[in-house]
């Protein structure tokens, strides 16, 4: 029996996915023991800090990832950085392959004036925020604004335009975080405009996600029905299926009955962002209409981008276009890649499991004689590693903490409170 030691860093998706298709590859002859490395003190990833709180159905996969991690073979070490607490390099010389999955968390930028005004932010540190990452919690949002723009066309932008328009208290029994919770109570958001820059048929909202929308009981939904009908006349019969579905699932929006909540949330579509302007802070959008030179201005003192994300680099690792360079997975002597640091950020939780399969495949193909000498341990200088059973006192605490809330888990923010519920 051969067994090789591999090491995956980053506990999201696509990190669990990975060590659950070594686990279901080992076979008589092979078997491997997996290292889990993740820089919070908590791991999932972006299942607890991206996945929005009102849709918690979205993180049962935990239980999944919980399998694998309770699963022989496998330990976590969480709290633990590749870059500061560990290099590639160590790892490379210890271990027979090392699994980068760190994902892909820097939020792109528009590039246009304004840009950079307060009460302007990126949906990757306005998410975050209201999802307890330790990293965001301190973040500066301008909810004291009547009016708020969200830039972007995909689920993202949905989730950050529905988390300021619905109705606070609809929080909670979820588990957004408690400073989360009491600032949009006291938001002064009314009005939030999705706007997208091209037209209906081109928007990345998938049609659950637009379903979800009208069942939202204290917002106003509207999207314009021309929007949709242009789009359906621009597409024609060549249409494809999903296209289909999803400005089918849009017009179901803009025929609905008229609702007259005091929050509103707008879709607008072929608009481009061409200068955020303000004294000192946003004060207003200007967009193009696009395709044309007409320019229109929407007043407003929160503008959120949501246009996609890159990977951060990481040194040692070859990095291009915001993501890891590879091959199908393949980035260098015993080096892969999965996830959105492969494949940059798009894909749901699910797609993450047949890409990482593939690269395990691969992974496997190429092994030779194990090697594996050392691991990480013989690395990490402080005492704050949370293994997989602090992670389950943290897990059962924070679950313990909402239950009494009718909360799913009540999250503890910084990484102290993290730790000492981890009993480190
Ligand atoms: C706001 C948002 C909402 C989403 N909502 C949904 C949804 O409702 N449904 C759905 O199916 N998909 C959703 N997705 C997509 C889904 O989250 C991704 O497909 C998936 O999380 C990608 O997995 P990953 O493992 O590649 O990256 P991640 O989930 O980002 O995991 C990467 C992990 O690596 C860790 N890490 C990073 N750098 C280091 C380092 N140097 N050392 C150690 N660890 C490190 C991070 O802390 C993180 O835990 C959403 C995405 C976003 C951004």
Redesign the pocket.
């Known amino acids: 029996m051969k067994i090789y030691k591999i090491a995956i ?7 669990y996915f990975a060590a659950q298709a070594l686990q279901n590859l080992a076979t008589e002859e092979i078997s491997f023991t997996i290292d889990m ?4 003190p908590t ?5 607890r800090s ?3 709180p009102d ?1 918690p159905k ?1 993180k049962s996969v935990s239980k999944v990832f919980e399998k694998v991690a309770t699963t022989d073979g496998f330990r976590l070490f969480a709290n ?4 500061s607490d560990v290099t590639v390099e160590q790892l490379k010389e210890r271990y027979d392959a090392v699994v980068i ?5 820097i939020g792109k930028k528009l590039g246009i004036p304004g840009e950079d005004l307060p009460g302007s932010i990126s ?1 990757a540190r306005f ?1 975050p925020w209201y999802n307890a990452h330790p990293d965001f919690k301190d973040e500066a949002i301008n909810l004291n604004t009547e009016q708020a723009v969200v830039i972007g066309a995909g ?2 932008a949905m ?1 950050v335009g529905r988390m300021l328009a619905l109705e606070p208290s609809e929080l909670d029994p979820t588990d957004t975080a408690d400073h989360a919770i009491s600032a949009l109570k006291a938001s002064a958001i009314r009005n939030v405009v999705i706007s997208a820059r091209r037209g209906a048929e081109d928007a990345a909202f998938t049609a659950p996600e637009l379903r979800e929308l009208p069942k939202l009981e204290h917002t106003n939904v509207i999207i314009n029905r021309k929007d949709i009908d242009d789009a359906f006349a621009r597409v024609g019969d060549s249409i494809e299926k999903e296209t289909k579905s999803n400005l089918d699932a849009m017009a179901l929006i803009a025929d609905k009955e008229a609702t007259s909540h005091d929050r509103t949330l707008t879709f607008q579509f072929l608009s481009t962002p061409i200068e955020i302007k303000g004294n000192g802070k946003v004060e207003e959008v200007i967009f193009k209409r696009t395709g044309s030179d007409k320019t229109f201005s929407i007043k407003c003192g929160l503008v959120i981008t949501a246009i996609g ?1 890159e990977a ?1 680099s ?1 040194e040692g690792i070859p990095y291009e276009k915001g993501r890891v360079v590879n091959v199908d997975g393949y980035v260098a002597d015993n080096l892969y890649v ?4 492969k494949r940059g ?1 798009s ?6 499991k047949s890409d990482a399969a593939d690269v395990m495949n691969l992974l496997i193909s190429k092994l030779d004689q194990p090697k594996g000498k050392g691991d990480v341990t013989e690395i990490i200088s402080h005492n704050k590693v949370v293994t997989q059973l602090h992670w389950q006192s943290i897990n059962d605490a924070e679950i313990a903490a909402g239950e009494p809330l009718g909360k799913p888990r009540r999250k503890a923010v910084s990484r102290e409170e993290l730790l000492n519920l981890g009993a480190l």
């Open positions: 860093v980053g506990a999201g998706p696509a990190g490395i993740e820089r919070l791991p999932w990833g972006l299942v991206g996945v929005a849709h979205i633990v950085e590749m870059g999955a760190t994902g892909s968390a949906a998410v689920n993202v989730d994300y951060a990481l999965v996830g959105w640091a950020p894909g749901v939780i699910g797609t993450n």
